[in-house]
């Protein structure tokens, strides 16, 4: 009895496995795919797999309960969505062969994958936009105008400023105690300009503006610095 379960195990690991992408199982439903087609694509893929690139329905039959019509039936629909082709090919040889192909069908799963994740990214940007217009009323203690919040949905989608740059320009205009959309649309504009597109860049620029380097002729503790740099008196 102990002999023969390594035996078994061999048996079973001999016969190699049918490797099916997470990805099948997740969207299938989502491309149409009925329970007992999905079935059909795991045998037809396992005959593939052992080197079967065209199994007839006879041989669908035979490894399943399905009859000649379900198998049929379930091949044609899988023809008629896209899914299941058939291709030429060349073996080793250079003779040509027929073959089955379900890569339309993966390209659709890659697709809705695609989709989602694209969809995932704009439904967090909402919520980052959002967020823009909940901290600028709390900034300015009072509910935006009409003009206000075109202004703001403009930066963002005519001239695709960052969530996270609007958030520094406002954080900007904070420390300067200059509550106004003119003034950080200049902080914005002169960013643009300057091809600041980070929080770095930002933190770098804010630097550069804020602090004046020490003269030789004033003591150490005369350094002159200024503390927030006023973007409207911005020259070029």
């Known amino acids: 009895m102990q002999q023969q379960q390594p035996d078994r195990l061999r048996m079973w690991t001999e016969q190699g496995n049918v490797t ?3 990805l ?3 969207h299938y439903k989502k491309c149409d795919i009925q329970d007992d087609e999905a079935l059909l694509i795991l045998h037809m893929l396992a ?26 039936r379930h091949m044609q629909r899988l023809f008629q969505k896209g899914y299941l082709t058939i291709q030429q090919r060349y073996d080793e040889k250079g003779v040509l062969f027929e073959a089955f192909s379900f890569h339309s069908l ?31 009323e709390q900034e300015f203690g009072r509910f935006l105008s009409p003009m206000e919040s075109e202004t703001i949905s403009m930066w963002m989608d005519q001239d695709k400023q960052s969530p996270e740059l609007i958030r520094a320009a406002l954080k900007e205009a904070v420390l300067a105690q200059k509550m106004s959309l003119r003034y950080i649309d200049r902080i914005l504009f002169e960013w643009k300009k300057k091809n600041v597109k980070t929080l770095l860049d930002v933190e770098k620029q804010a630097n550069q503006f804020r602090t004046v380097p020490e003269r030789t002729s004033a003591p150490a503790q005369k350094t002159n610095k200024v503390p927030f740099y006023n973007w409207l008196e911005e020259r070029d």
Do not use: A, M, Y
Request: hydrophobic share 35%.
């Open 20 to 22: 099916i992408s997470q």
């Open 24 to 26: 099948f199982f997740l």
């Open 106 to 136: 993966w390209n659709r799963i890659i697709d809705l994958l695609l989709t989602e994740k694209k969809e995932e990214h704009e439904l967090t940007q909402k919520d980052h936009e959002g967020e823009i217009f909940r901290l600028f």
């Open 47 to 72: 005959f593939i797999d052992q080197g079967n690139h065209f199994p007839t329905p006879v041989d669908l039959v035979e490894r399943s309960h399905f009859s000649h019509e379900q198998v049929s």
